[in-house]
């Protein structure tokens, strides 16, 4: 699955299958969830679907397996049927605001946005006093309601300073064209916590701000964390620095190592071609 060769992959998985039990344990089901990634990687729509068909028949309140077969109906353009399996995984965890917003996140990529957007603004509609200041803020803030999403987010800092709290309030600054500001939120909270994912958006807000010097340095210390969970993203963001700072050899040389490691990246492979004729 890391390298990219999902059909040996789903070999290896199918294999693994068949020295199950005849009571299928914890194992075979975290089995069956990779099969359906490497399904659905190669392209196998319906393998996948028939996979999470599967887990659901054995466990039908397994909102995860409900979520996934609705993003495969998605993509087969059956919206119908990925509508009525989103609903199935919500009922079963009506605050699990995380996933109503890849809910939200597999709609909006598949032209489906609307759709998505019931699901966040169900939230706000219930009128649950006990909704944190956060989870208000990042309801509004995938809705598109910035300025809604910055005051519940600042007031969600104030008992929480959790990164979470600020990557989302300083994307919404950067939402609202205050990119300075978004950068100052980012700087304060790293100036006492290193985070990955903090680097990444300082990062990427300096590059807006058109600071490429501060921008590299930011990936890179993302890059220099150890145990950091995105490293491919701040890799190839790190390349993009480069890129705008004209150092086109230097990013030619970092892209030949992404690549090895990422031969799946077809973004990075199209950035490549571009690479080789400067």
Known sequence: MGLSRYEEAAGSLQRALSYSDERPDQMDYDINYYLATAYYKQGNLDG???????ILALRPKEKTAWYLKGVIELAQGDTEGASSDFDRAVSIDPQDYDLRIDIFCSCAENGQQELGQGYLQAVLDDGDGKL????????NYYLGNYDAARNALESAMDTDGS?????????????????????????????????????????????HIGDYEAALAAFQSGIAMEGNQITQTLSFNEIVAYEYLGQFDQARLKM????????????????YGFLQTR
Do not use: F, H
């Open 163 to 207: 990164s979470e709290v600020v990557s989302l309030l300083g994307q919404t600054y950067e939402q609202l064209g205050d990119y300075n500001y978004a950068a100052s939120v980012y700087n304060n909270y790293l100036s006492q916590t290193p985070d990955a994912q903090i680097y990444n958006q300082l990062g990427l807000c300096d590059l």
């Open 48 to 54: 996948a679907k028939g996979v999470y068909e599967a």
């Open 132 to 139: 944190s200041d956060y989870n208000t803020g990042r309801m």
């Open 256 to 271: 030949e190592e992404y690549l090895e490691t990422y031969p799946d990246d077809s973004k990075a492979q199209r950035e």
